[in-house]
């Protein structure tokens, strides 16, 4: 708006100042939302053009390979799982050689819904008959004819220095940690038995 225009109305010129800045000021705050809308305008654009870069990239992965790859690493813990349990009942009943008969057993052992042997009572009992030599008797000793129940003599059964996981020639630390944990007296046997050998 003009002053010259305001003049021509006949308009006072004490009013024409009072107009002139009301609608600078209206003005000027207009300016200034559509200045505002603008950069939120941009911030969307920036926004939108990142969300669909996104999805692009999104849209470029297998779903189906990430399921099987999925699925693979969950057979593979309840796998570790089994296995953990079936080493750690082996261990608990005198097993001399745990991977020995983890391989000779293969996948025959069943297990229950928890990963649990299933029945390990039964279990341990024929595997026991099947495999008397890697276990200890009642008595320390071996099962099956070498142990020293067949004979009058005084034997101690003594663990191999390649088996014993305190010895120089068998040192193994993961061994010794799960002895350590799961049987704290064959632990002992066996360090003392690596002592005396040295």
Known sequence: MERKFLE??????ENIH??????????????TRIKTKDTEIGTLRSDLSKANTKIAEL?????EE???????????????????ALRELLQKEGCKDVDYLLYKLGDTVEFDEKGAVKDAESFIKSTKEKYAGQFQDDKGGAGGTGSPGNFGRDHKERTPL???PY???GWNLTEQMKLELSDP??????????????
């Open 18 to 31: 009072k107009i002139l800045d009301q609608n600078t000021a209206e003005i000027e705050a207009l300016n």
């Open 162 to 164: 390649e088996k014993n």
């Open 59 to 63: 849209e470029k992965v297998d779903v």
């Open 66 to 84: 990430l399921r099987n790859q999925l699925q693979q690493e969950k057979e593979g813990r309840e796998k570790d799982r089994k296995e953990f």
């Open 185 to 198: 007296d064959r632990a002992k046997k066996l360090k003392e038995e690596a002592k005396a050998a040295e």
């Open 167 to 169: 010895s120089k020639k």
């Open 8 to 13: 021509d109305m006949g308009i006072e010129k």
